[in-house]
């Protein structure tokens, strides 16, 4: 494992080579005895895991091969993020979450408890790139699920226990509990065995 910064690693974790750990932040680039990252106990941290400075990570996480997470990012317990997965800083995650593979997630979102995020989602934070620091990330409520290949604009709110279908292009807000269809995405209501879920 590959060192940067101050770091702490709890009980049990497994590392498997290569992986970086408390990568510097541009601020640091040049510092020594910088704050590192923070990972819980029970960790399966796989090759080419890159974990940046300034990242606290709960009890039982893991990653898929090849994930970076970057600086000032905060992630709960029993947290699973698949491979190719990038999460680029100033993030927040909640607890029981499963982000799949070749996910990426911008600055400035939010996720709550026990949402699932599919495969090659793409959530934005810039509205009108560049914009140069106008930036607002995607806000994702308790309970979410988000299929394959959806698009979530900057600054839209997925509700509590609402489901966006794999495809759909999210261009405003989703409420709670409502299904999120299409390109752009139209809102219907939870098919019937979820609402029962």
Excluded: W
């Amino acid at each position: 494992m590959i060192e940067y910064g101050l770091n702490k690693i709890g009980e049990n974790a497994r590392i498997f080579e290569p992986v970086t750990v408390g990568f510097p932040s541009r601020e640091n680039m040049d510092k020594k005895g910088f704050i590192g990252s923070i990972i819980g106990n029970n960790a399966t941290l796989r090759s080419g895991t890159i974990i940046y400075c300034d990242v606290i990570i709960g009890d039982d996480f893991q990653t898929g091969h090849n994930v970076m997470i970057r600086e000032n990012t905060r992630i709960g317990n029993h947290v699973a993020i698949g491979t190719s997965t990038v999460i680029d800083g100033k993030v927040t995650i909640g607890n029981n979450v499963s982000i799949q593979s070749m996910v990426y997630i911008p600055t400035d979102t939010r996720i709550g408890n026990q949402v699932f995020i599919g495969p090659n989602a793409v959530l934005t934070n810039d509205r009108y790139p560049p914009s140069y620091g106008q930036m607002a990330g995607p806000t994702i409520k308790d309970r979410a699920a988000i299929g394959a290949n959806v698009t979530i604009l900057p600054g839209v709110c997925i509700g509590e226990s609402a489901l966006v279908a794999a495809g759909s292009v999210v261009t405003r807000d989703v409420p709670d509990r409502m299904l999120a269809i299409g390109s752009p995405a139209k809102m219907r209501d939870l098919p019937r065995p979820v609402a029962e879920r």
